[in-house]
C-alpha cells in the first residue's frame, strides 16, 4: 500500500508539474516578480522626469517671503542629511503666472505668490497647471507656514541668532527605555509592520491556489467511475494522504520558484546598481537599499533565526490543514461548480487573516487580532506577523502552532469517515444526512 | 470461486440487496441481470469491496475481499471510468500499477492487448481524443490488464459496432478458457445466451431466477411454436392453453402455456392446407425475464 501512496503521488505532481502551463505560467512569474523588484528602472527605461526637482517660481509681493523660504527648504534638505533629498527648486520671479506657466519647459511647475494684507498678514496662492500630489502639497505648505512664522517673527525685532533657532525644525532624539528595544528598530518595525504582509501574500495565493488544486482533483476522478476503480484498489485514507502530499509538494515547490525568482530579481537590481545592495536605486521617497542594509543590521532581523523556522513550520501545517479540508469538502460534492460554492467561505476566512495581518501594524495591541492569531487557517497569515511586531510572545506563537495541530487531528480523525463515504457518493440529495452519518462510523 | 453468501445491503432502511446467493467457479461466465435499479451495482461494488453487506459474506477463493484480493479483480463499469485527460498508456499504467503490477508489466500486456484491439497508434493519445468505441477498447484493456482472476463486465459492448463485438466476445472467451472467473451484465440478452451458462436475475434487490440457463428454459413451462401454414387463426386461439398466436412474416407464432398444448396445437395445425413448418422452440431469455421482472430489458 506504500508503494500505491508513493506512486499516486508521482503521478498527482508530474501531472502538475511536467505541463507546458506550468512551464509557461513560472516564465511569466519570473519576468513579473522582477520587473516588480526593478519596476523603477524599468519606469525609469520609459523616460521621463523623475529626478527632476518640483520648481517652484516665487513672486515675492511681500518683499521679504522669498529668502525666508529659500532658507526653510535648505532646512529641511539637511534634516535628512542630504542635500538631494530636497525636493523642491525654489526660483524668484516677477513675470505673470498664467504666461510662465505656458512655457513648454515650466508646465510642471508651480507658482507661489506671496502678498501682504491690508492687516499685514501674508497671503498665499499656490498655482499650478494640472493636480500636484499631495504629500509634496503638504511639505510645501509645512515650509510657507515656517516662513510666515519666521517673517512675524522677524518683525518683532528679534536678534537674528536667536530668530535662527526658532526658525530652524527640531530633530528629536529617540530615547526607548526598554532594555530589550533598540530605538533605531522603531522604524524598522513601522517598515515591517507595512511591508511583511506583503511577504505573506505569496502564502495566501498558494492556499488558495491549493485548495482549488484538490478540489479540481478530486472532482476530476470522481465525475468518472474511475474513482470505483482507484478506490478498489488503494483506501480511501491512501487516495486522500496523496492528495495531500502531492499538492503540499507543489505548493512548495511553486514557493520556493517564488523565493528564487525574487532573489533573481534582486540580483538584477544589484547589477543594474553598483554591486552593493546599500547603493540599489530608490522607489520614490523609499531607498530599498538603504532599508535593507538598515533591516539586516537591526535587532529584529537577529530574531529571525528562530521567527522564519517557525514560520516556515506554521505555514505548511496549515497547509496541510487546508488541503485535508478542501479534500473532505471536495469529496462531498458532486461536480466542480458545487465545490467551488463550497471553497468561498475557506478563501475568505484566507482573506481575513490577510486583512488582519495589514491592521495588525496600525492596531497595536488590539485584543481582536491577537484573538484570531490563535485561530487556525488564519494564524499561518496572522501569527508570524504579530511575532514579527512583538505584539506574540514565542510561548503565544507556539500555543497557535499546537492548535494548527490539533485541527490536523481532528481533520484526519474524522475528516477521513467523510471521505470514505463522499468519494463514492454521487448524488447530492441527503447529502448533510449521509456526512453527519459517516462522522458516526468508525 | 467467487462465492456470493446470502448477501443483503441496506441503504437507510432500504434494501438495495436482499439474501443473494450464487457461486461462479473457474472458467465459469455468469450473467447477472435485471433492470435499473434491481441492484445489479450495489452487488458489484460489494464484490470488488467498495461497500461492506450489511449482512452475508463474499469470498474469492475463501478469502473475505480486501485489498490483497482486489488485485486480482477486472471491473469495467458500465458508465466510463477513464481519466480523460491521460494518455491511454498513462492512463493503463495508472489502473494497473495500482492493481499491483510493475511498469515492465503493464508495458507488456498493455502493448499485447492494444495490438490484438488494433489500436496500438493510440498509445501516447490522449483518452478525450479518442472515439467513444475506441474509448471503450481502452476500458476493457485496462480491465483485463492484471490477467484478473475474477472478471466483472458491466454492458461491456456499449457503444461498438459488430466488428469489435465480435473481438470482445472472443477476448471474454479467451479469458473464461484459461480459468478466469467472469460476471457478465447486459442488456443485450442474446449475448447473456450466448456467453452464460449461469444467470441470476435480480427485482427489487431480490433474487427472482437464478440457476442453469439450459435448466431455467427447461423448467420454464411456457413454450413458442413456429408455424408455416394456412392456419385459422381464431380456431388455434380457442384452443385450451394457447397463449396468443402472432402473425410474423411468413409464419405464425404460437405462444402455449405448457408443453401439453403442443399435441392439440399440432392436431389442428395437420387439418390445415400448406403445412411446411412445425417447430417447437423454447423461450428466449428475454421472453422469461419478461415474465419474471414484469419489464422488458432490451428497451
Redesign the interface.
Known amino acids: 500500500m506504500k508503494t500505491k501512496l508513493w506512486y499516486l503521488v508521482k503521478v498527482s505532481l508530474s501531472h502538475k508539474i511536467k505541463t507546458k502551463w506550468f512551464v509557461v505560467a513560472n516564465v511569466l512569474l519570473l519576468i513579473l516578480i522582477a520587473g516588480l523588484i526593478n519596476i523603477d528602472s524599468v519606469i525609469k527605461m520609459f523616460g521621463g522626469d523623475f529626478d527632476k526637482k518640483q520648481v517652484v517660481y516665487v513672486i515675492d509681493n511681500s518683499n521679504k517671503s522669498y529668502e525666508v523660504l529659500k532658507q526653510q527648504n535648505e532646512n529641511y534638505s539637511s534634516l535628512f542629511n542630504s542635500e538631494d533629498e530636497s525636493n523642491f527648486e525654489i526660483k524668484k520671479t516677477t513675470e505673470e503666472p498664467k504666461k510662465l506657466l505656458s512655457k513648454k519647459d515650466n508646465k510642471d511647475a508651480w507658482v507661489l505668490v506671496f502678498e501682504n494684507s491690508d492687516e499685514n498678514v501674508l497671503n498665499v496662492k499656490l498655482i499650478s497647471d494640472g493636480f500636484i500630489n499631495t504629500t509634496d502639497y503638504a511639505e510645501i505648505s509645512t515650509m510657507v507656514n515656517n516662513t510666515k512664522s519666521t517673517v512675524a517673527l522677524a518683525e518683532t525685532n528679534i536678534d537674528p541668532n536667536e530668530l535662527a533657532k526658532i526658525s530652524t525644525p527640531v530633530k528629536i532624539e529617540r530615547e526607548v527605555l526598554d532594555e530589550n528595544k533598540k530605538s533605531e528598530d522603531e522604524s524598522m518595525q513601522m517598515i515591517i509592520s507595512t511591508v511583511f504582509p506583503i511577504f505573506i501574500l505569496p502564502f495566501f495565493a498558494l492556499t488558495i491556489f491549493l485548495v482549488q488544486m484538490i478540489g479540481a482533483e478530486v472532482n476530476d476522478e470522481k465525475t468518472t467511475r474511475g474513482m470505483e476503480i482507484i478506490i478498489s484498489n488503494v483506501s480511501p485514507k491512501i487516495h486522500l494522504l496523496s492528495k495531500v502530499i502531492s499538492s503540499n509538494l507543489f505548493v512548495i515547490i511553486q514557493g520556493l520558484l517564488l523565493v528564487l525568482f525574487a532573489f533573481i530579481g534582486v540580483g538584477l537590481r544589484i547589477m543594474l546598481g553598483t554591486g552593493d545592495i546599500s547603493n540599489m536605486a530608490s522607489i520614490g521617497n523609499l531607498d530599498i537599499g538603504e532599508t535593507l542594509s538598515s533591516f539586516l543590521t537591526s535587532e529584529i532581523a537577529s530574531q529571525l533565526v528562530y521567527i522564519i523556522p517557525l514560520t516556515l513550520l506554521m505555514m505548511v501545517l496549515t497547509f496541510i490543514a487546508y488541503s485535508l479540508l478542501a479534500g473532505v469538502l471536495a469529496s462531498m460534492t458532486t461536480n466542480i461548480e458545487d465545490f467551488q460554492q463550497l471553497q468561498t467561505p475557506i478563501m475568505i476566512i484566507s482573506l481575513l487573516g490577510y486583512y488582519l495581518a495589514m491592521m495588525a501594524g496600525v492596531f497595536e495591541g488590539s485584543l481582536f487580532i491577537k484573538v484570531f492569531a490563535y485561530v487556525p487557517f488564519i494564524s499561518a497569515i496572522l501569527a508570524p506577523c504579530l511575532l514579527v511586531l512583538g505584539q506574540f510572545s514565542l510561548l503565544e506563537f507556539v500555543i497557535a502552532i499546537i492548535l494548527v495541530v490539533f485541527v490536523i487531528f481532528l481533520l484526519v480523525k474524522y475528516g477521513f469517515r467523510i471521505y470514505k463515504q463522499g468519494i463514492l457518493n454521487y448524488s447530492s440529495k441527503g447529502l448533510w444526512k449521509k456526512m453527519f452519518k459517516a462522522l458516526k462510523s468508525k | 470461486m467467487l462465492k456470493v453468501d446470502n448477501v443483503t445491503k441496506y441503504y437507510g432502511d432500504f434494501p438495495a440487496v436482499n439474501g443473494l446467493t450464487f457461486e461462479v467457479k473457474p472458467g465459469e461466465i455468469f450473467g447477472l441481470l435485471g433492470v435499473n435499479g434491481a441492484g445489479k451495482t450495489t452487488t458489484f461494488?460489494m464484490i470488488?469491496?467498495?461497500l461492506d453487506p450489511t449482512s452475508g459474506e463474499v469470498t474469492l477463493d475463501g478469502k473475505k475481499i480486501d485489498?490483497s484480493v482486489?488485485?486480482t479483480?477486472g471491473?469495467l463499469?458500465?458508465?466510463?471510468?477513464?481519466?480523460?485527460?491521460m494518455t491511454v498508456k498513462?492512463q493503463c499504467h495508472?489502473?494497473g500499477?495500482?492493481?499491483?503490477m510493475t511498469e515492465k508489466e503493464v508495458d507488456e500486456r498493455l502493448d499485447h492487448l492494444l495490438d490484438k484491439f488494433g489500436i496500438s497508434s493510440y498509445k501516447d493519445k490522449k483518452i478525450k481524443e479518442l472515439s467513444k468505441g475506441n474509448q471503450q477498447k481502452i476500458q476493457f484493456i485496462?480491465a483485463l490488464l492484471n490477467n484478473p482472476r475474477l472478471l466483472i463486465l458491466d454492458e461491456p459492448f456499449s457503444g461498438l459496432d459488430p466488428f469489435n463485438v465480435e473481438l470482445f466476445k472472443n477476448e471474454i472467451k479467451e479469458m473464461a478458457e484459461k480459468g478466469s472467473m467472469i460476471i457478465f451484465s447486459s442488456h443485450r440478452m442474446e449475448h447473456v445466451e450466448l456467453f452464460c451458462k449461469k444467470i441470476a436475475v435480480l427485482k427489487n434487490g431480490k433474487d427472482v431466477l437464478s440457476g442453469d440457463l439450459k435448466d431455467i428454459k427447461k423448467k420454464y413451462r411456457k413454450k413458442n411454436i413456429l408455424v408455416k401454414a394456412d392456419i385459422d387463426v381464431d380456431k388455434i386461439k380457442s384452443i385450451d392453453g394457447v397463449l396468443d398466436v402472432i402473425e410474423k412474416p411468413g409464419e405464425y407464432e404460437i405462444k402455449i402455456s405448457d408443453e401439453s398444448v403442443e399435441e392439440k396445437v399440432f392436431k389442428e395445425v395437420s387439418k390445415c392446407k400448406n403445412v411446411t413448418k412445425f417447430a417447437v422452440e423454447e423461450p428466449s431469455l428475454n421472453e422469461i425475464f419478461i415474465d419474471k421482472v414484469g419489464e422488458n430489458y432490451e428497451n
Open positions: 461494488r470488488i469491496g467498495l485489498y482486489t488485485d479483480i471491473f463499469t458500465e458508465e466510463r471510468s477513464l481519466l480523460t485527460k498513462e495508472y489502473y500499477i495500482l492493481k499491483g485496462t
